[in-house]
């Protein structure tokens, strides 16, 4: 079993910056893709930023340019790098990992945007 262990939200101004840290701790035998979600109140999860065990990431058209998605393999951690947040920002954000077999989702961490 895979536990994941978010943490790096918060209450920021727009224009500011915030780091997330998603740590996966358990019974590893490998990772694959990591991946960072959000989900807004009364809207539906996506998929904000991905990486591939080797280090190739990808990014929904929103926040291209402004977060970077980062892993650090002999942690087991991947990293979310916010910067220029805008107030539609403003979500729950949750780690997921791939596994060999099935996937894991982070509790979530609240990042909230004052304009």
């Known amino acids: 079993q895979v536990q994941l262990v978010e943490s790096g939200g918060g209450l920021v101004q727009a224009g500011g910056s915030l780091r997330l840290s998603c740590a996966a701790s358990g019974t590893i035998f490998s990772l694959n893709a990591m991946s960072w979600y959000r989900q807004a109140p009364g809207k539906q999860r996506e998929l904000v930023a991905t990486?591939?065990?080797?280090?190739?990431?990808n990014y929904a058209d929103s926040v291209k340019g402004r977060f970077t998605i980062s892993r650090d393999n002999s942690k087991n951690t991947v990293y979310l790098q916010m910067n220029s947040l805008k107030p539609e920002d403003t979500a729950v954000y949750y780690c997921k990992v791939d596994g060999p077999w099935t996937y894991y989702w982070g509790q979530g961490t609240q990042v909230t945007v004052s304009s």
């Open positions: 990486i591939t065990s080797g280090g190739t990431a």
